[in-house]
């Protein structure tokens, strides 16, 4: 996008340098006197008529209005410029205060959805199939809102196409919608009526209903859990868990831990080492009682047939006949499997997750839009970090997910923000040859930030990151019609024409150019905010932000730079007095622009 602006811009410049010109020497020749300009037809009188109405709303009413409005605001410029701050104030709070919410990414309409099923570890193919049976028949009942359905058992596959996991207790159901313009629900809403008539199937670890979504994505909330126990890890997710059930709007709660199958694990006990017993030894033995020891292998036509020698089938069965077996020593004496180790029941783990050395797990939620913030929901959270840390000493907790990427490309783009706004200080320095007067200009950039997030609050959308990103592209625009403004001004001025009226004359002479400027740019953003398909709702919060900041700071740009011209005046003019009144002063030739207030120089 920033490519695509900048080549037309760039287009746009030569064209308005090199062949606008030869344009209009053609086009503005002087017309000579005909028969028909004497004696007009009735298109030229209605023509002529359309012209002196246009002429009497420019001249009488719209400048005529804004000149006495602007009379008064420069008059009374510090009221004018403390009632615009006021509002910039409440802006922040719009924004601070959650009446405007800020987001990653918005969650738009999609027309493929996702239902992610993970049963207990060791679960067999049939009982997940079982349960993906459940939800087929759930999503069947969408009836035309249905475009086609494809269903996995024994993997899941990530919307990237690359296998997230594999196991006969994961299914997965790739559900296709028809498109929004034939449907009379959006996505979000058919995947609220499946949650509901899925919720009660037997034996589910989670069941977790997404959209696929276009752009950077990352779940809602994701806590990571690090730490070197992982039974401390387990307790500490147990405790966010329930911590995240208690907010409003937050489901899909679940965790990446799966504890595995069931396991018996044994132990060598110190009286079997006398006898010559070793971890090993008595691991060989066990599994070659239970599992087989291979005594020969036979030809039987092409194939290899192993020979196993192991306990009949009824003195395997049980875990009693773990402890009923006999242990041979290495003298080969038989003592009890009492007598030399102990064994106790557990659960293996099914997969141990790291990240940066440290085993770690992850749980996760999702938020709707309509009823919680996530970015509230992570800023509670965070609060009982502090805690669970000094509860469990070793653990650390950190956000990821859609938290980080906001983090992350916030940090950048606050960074480019900054650097724009340099270039463009220094830019306007140069032109002005004043370190003050850029920042009169500079001054529509958090104005038109009003403008944007009053815009987002209008059209109810929330703050994401392509918002922000629009918010950057604002600060190259809006200091346009402040720029124009300002040289205008100096140019008064440096024909010597007093402060007062030359504002007042820069912003009558200037007001039509910058409103043609501003309602050409909102017009051209118009299709884009007036879009309805899904697709381009993810680019409709930027050209808010543009399209709304750029007509904010226009009408403000009127008010407020020729507001702050004076009063950087009165700061000139005082501050030449006292230097004055202290010896100070300026030299006897110092031009008289300097000691009444600064002008293109000042």
Known sequence: LPIIVMCALGVSLFEALSILPSHLAEWLKPARPTAATQSPSRGRAWAAHFRAAQAFFLKTMLLGGYERFLRKAVTYRYVTMAALVAVLIVTVGMVVGGRVPIVYLQKVDSETVLANLKMPVGTPFGGTDTAIQRIERATMDLGSELDSMFTLIGSQYSPDGQSSGRGSHLGQLIVELTVLEERDRS??????????????????????????????????????????????????????????????????????????????????????????????????????????????????????????????????????????????????????????????????????????????????????????????????????????????????????????????????????????????????T?????????????????????????????????????????????????????????????????????????????????????????????????????????QARFLIPMGISIAAGVAFATVLTLVAVPALYMILADFHTTAARIGVYYGLGPPADAPSAYVTGGGADA
Do not use: C
């Not at 044994?266 to 060989?284: K, M, P, V, W, Y």
């Not at 089938?313 to 242990?327: C, F, K, N």
């Open 187 to 428: 996505s979000e809403e058919i995947l609220r009526e499946l949650r509901v008539k899925t919720a009660d199937i037997p034996g589910v670890n989670a069941l977790r209903f997404t959209a696929m979504h276009g752009g950077p994505g990352g779940i809602a909330i994701a806590i990571e859990i690090s730490g070197p126990r992982l039974d401390d890890l387990v307790a500490v997710s147990d405790r966010v868990k329930s911590k995240l059930a208690d907010y409003a709007g937050v489901f899909d709660i679940d965790d990446d831990f799966d504890a595995g199958r069931r396991e018996v694990q044994i132990e060598l006990l110190d009286s079997a080492r006398a006898l010559g017993l070793t971890t090993q030894s008595l691991a060989t033995q066990v599994r070659g009682a239970f599992y087989g020891i291979e005594a020969r292998k036979i030809q039987r036509d092409r194939e290899d047939v192993k020979i196993m020698v192991r306990y009949p089938q009824s003195a395997r069965t049980e875990l009693s006949d773990i402890e009923s077996m006999w242990v041979a020593t290495p003298d080969s004496v038989l003592v009890p499997f009492g007598e030399v180790a102990r064994f106790k029941e557990g659960r293996t783990y099914a997969t141990i997750r790291r990240k940066d050395q440290q085993r770690t797990v992850t749980v996760t939620a999702d938020v709707d839009q309509a009823a919680g913030n996530a970015r509230n929901i992570n800023a509670d959270l965070e609060t009982i970090f502090p805690e669970l840390e000094r509860e469990f000493p070793g653990i650390r907790l950190a956000f990821g997910g859609q938290n980080r990427e906001f983090a992350k490309s916030f940090g950048s783009l606050k960074r480019d923000f900054l650097v724009a706004a340099t270039l463009i200080f220094v830019i306007l």
């Open 430 to 534: 140069g032109l002005f040859k004043s370190y003050t007067q850029p920042l009169i200009v500079m001054t529509a950039i958090p104005f038109g930030i009003i403008g944007a997030v009053g815009g987002h609050y209008l059209m109810g959308y929330p703050i994401t990151l392509m918002s922000l990103i629009g918010f950057v592209a604002l600060t190259g625009i809006v200091v346009n019609d402040a720029l124009i403004l300002v040289d205008w001004i100096n140019r008064r001025r440096a024909e010597g024409v007093s402060t007062y009226e030359a504002v007042i004359a820069g912003g009558r002479a200037r007001m039509r150019a910058i409103l043609l400027t501003s309602i050409t740019t909102v017009l051209g953003l118009a299709p884009l905010l007036l879009e309805t398909s899904f």
